[in-house]
């Protein structure tokens, strides 16, 4: 495995904000970097799909750059970038699926070109290829990715994505002005008496929230909150580092829904995000397997 691209992507782990640990030091000193790994072709694929002033175009050729290179991988020649070769020993070494990275690819795909969401359904089946192909793998890392652990693992990710898609309402609507991506079901909007206009004046005119946003926003929260319970038993049945981590996983998304739910769902004008003590509550509770 090349160290310059492995500690590259233990560097990208460490610049990046997130709610959740990504190969933290309470992982085994051996599922660090190719955590990393993982988390640096998500990542990169991710910002193809958000950052910048690119065209529709160039993101989605950039995404087909990476799509090739896991052909290649799947076809057992050699790929182009030292990244892929890195990234193609790693899975070769660790008998990783191919799969739940082409559903990331896929995913990320559909962010360039898909603004809108009709129902819980479809962000479900967003959410099947954005954040469950992630647990997936690390369960195949962890050598333990039975069907039971997958299902229980499915739930967290997926809630996880829903947590992080609440959080960060005010950020996505604001991207790319006119085509802002909105991540909340639609035929619940319209059930709540939410449009976007009321989103955009939240937003941009810093209109106080009123009864209807917070009435949609914890029934939001209680529902994702159910979801992520509904995982819970993973962090029990892994044992050691790696429940440890999965209960830090855990314990920081039941904070964030706290957060948010502390506010009344006002993610415009306080964003939650954890901070020194919410990380303190976060290893508490993993530490006593709460």
């Known amino acids: 495995m090349s160290v310059a691209v492995a500690q590259q992507s233990l560097d990208l782990a460490s610049r990046h904000y997130e709610n959740f640990p990504v190969a933290s030091c309470f992982l085994p000193e051996s599922l660090r970097e190719p955590i990393a790994l993982i988390y ?20 989605l050729n950039l995404i087909t750059g990476f799509r090739d290179e896991l052909d290649l991988l799947q076809a057992y020649i050699k790929p182009q970038s030292a990244f892929f070769m890195t990234l193609g020993q790693m899975i070769r070494e660790r008998k990783l699926p191919l799969v739940p990275f ?4 896929d995913a990320f795909s559909q962010d360039v070109t898909k603004t809108r969401y009709a129902d ?8 099947a290829r954005s954040a469950n192909p992630i647990g997936s793998l690390l369960l195949h890392l962890y050598h333990q990715a039975t069907p039971e652990n997958i299902t229980y693992s499915n739930h967290i990710c997926s809630a996880l994505q829903l947590i992080n898609f609440l959080q960060d309402i005010a950020i996505d609507f604001k991207k790319n002005e006119g085509k802002q991506r909105i991540y909340l079901c639609q035929d619940e909007m319209a059930a709540f008496g939410i449009t976007e206009q009321t ?33 819970k038993p993973l962090g029990k049945i892994l044992r050691g580092r790696i429940g440890f981590e999965m209960r830090m996983v855990i314990a920081g998304g039941e904070r964030i829904i706290h957060k948010i739910s502390a506010v009344n769902g006002d993610v415009f004008n306080r964003r939650p995000k954890l901070n020194y003590w919410d990380w303190a509550i976060v290893f508490s509770k993993a530490l006593l397997k709460l």
Request: negative net charge; contains cysteine; hydrophobic residues 40%.
């Open 199 to 231: 989103i955009g004046a939240y937003v941009h005119a810093k209109q106080p929230i009123d009864d209807y946003w917070q009435q949609f926003m914890h029934f939001n929260l209680r529902r994702v909150h159910a979801l992520l319970n509904s995982g």
């Open 40 to 59: 640096s072709f998500a990542r990169q694929a991710d910002d193809f799909a958000d950052e910048g002033d690119l065209t529709i175009e160039q993101r």
């Open 120 to 127: 819980y359904e479809d962000v479900l089946d967003y959410c």
């Open 102 to 105: 082409y559903d990331l690819l």
